[in-house]
C-alpha cells in the first residue's frame, strides 16, 4: 500500500492562473480531508469528502476554492484565479471510516507557489 | 474556536537529555488530543493519543484537564528525534486543530 498519494509535489503558478492539486486515498479508504499549511503556521482544516460527497467544507475560502472526489479517481482540490496569498502547502489525509477522532493517514503535501 | 498552543517554535536538547515539548489547548467539551510527527523529507504521520494511554519510540503524553496540557515527553532524547512536532485535539468529530508545530533538534 503505497499511502497517501499527491500529486504534484511543487506546483509554480502566475497570479490569476489555475492550480489543481490531486489526492489518492490509501487502498480502502473512502474519507478524505484536505488541510492547508500556511508559512509559520499549523495545519488548518478545508474540507472533508467522501466519495462524490463534499461533507463538511466550512474551512474553504468562500471563493476561488473547490473541492471534489469522484466516483474514479483522485480527489481534486482546485484553486482559481490563484493570488500570491495561496502559496502554502496543501495536505491531503484519508482515513477508511470518518470515525470522529480516528487516526488519519497524511501524503506528502503539494507546495503552491504563487508569483 | 478551538485552539492549540505550542508556545516554543525551536526547541534544542543534546542527546541523552531529557526534553518536554509543550501543549496546550482551549478548553472545550472532551478533547481528544494528538501528537504528529514529521521526520525531514518524510510525511507527517500519527505518533501518539490520548486516549491509548500508550508509549511511542519512548514518548509518552499525559492529558492534564486541569492545566488543560498536553505535553510530550521523553527522558532520554537522541538523534533521530529530530523532527517537527504538532499538537493537534479533535472532538466532537473529525476536525482536528494543530498548533504551530515546535521544531526538535537533538544535538549530538
Known amino acids: 500500500n503505497a499511502g497517501v498519494m499527491q500529486n504534484p509535489r511543487h506546483l509554480v503558478r502566475r497570479r490569476g492562473q489555475e492550480a489543481r492539486l490531486r489526492c489518492s486515498p490509501m487502498?480502502?479508504?473512502?474519507?478524505v480531508y484536505w488541510y492547508r499549511q500556511l508559512p509559520e503556521e499549523g495545519l488548518k482544516f478545508m474540507v472533508y469528502l467522501q466519495k462524490e460527497n463534499i461533507i463538511d467544507e466550512s474551512g474553504m475560502p468562500k471563493e476561488r476554492f473547490s473541492a471534489e472526489f469522484p466516483k474514479e479517481g483522485p480527489s481534486i482540490l482546485r484553486i482559481q484565479q490563484v493570488v500570491r496569498g495561496d502559496s502554502a502547502a496543501y495536505f491531503c489525509?484519508?482515513?477508511?471510516?470518518?470515525?470522529?477522532?480516528?487516526?488519519?493517514?497524511f501524503g506528502s503535501g503539494t507546495q503552491l507557489s504563487v508569483l | 474556536a478551538q485552539r492549540v498552543t505550542q508556545p516554543e517554535k525551536l526547541l534544542s536538547v543534546f542527546k541523552g537529555a531529557p526534553v518536554e515539548l509543550k501543549c496546550n489547548y482551549s478548553y472545550s467539551g472532551s478533547p481528544e488530543l494528538f501528537w504528529y510527527v514529521q521526520y525531514s523529507r518524510q510525511r507527517l504521520q500519527l505518533l501518539l493519543r490520548?486516549?491509548s494511554r500508550e508509549s511511542i519510540k519512548g514518548f509518552t503524553a499525559d492529558l492534564n484537564k486541569g492545566e488543560t496540557s498536553f505535553h510530550l515527553k521523553k527522558p532520554f532524547a537522541q538523534e533521530e528525534d529530530s523532527a517537527m512536532y504538532y499538537c493537534?485535539?479533535?472532538?466532537?468529530?473529525?476536525?482536528?486543530?494543530f498548533g504551530k508545530g515546535t521544531l526538535l533538534t537533538v544535538n549530538p
Open positions: 487502498k480502502g479508504h473512502s474519507h
Open positions: 493537534a485535539r479533535g472532538g466532537s468529530n473529525y476536525k482536528l486543530t
Open positions: 489525509a484519508s482515513s477508511p471510516s470518518g470515525v470522529g477522532n480516528e487516526k488519519l493517514f
Open positions: 490520548h486516549i
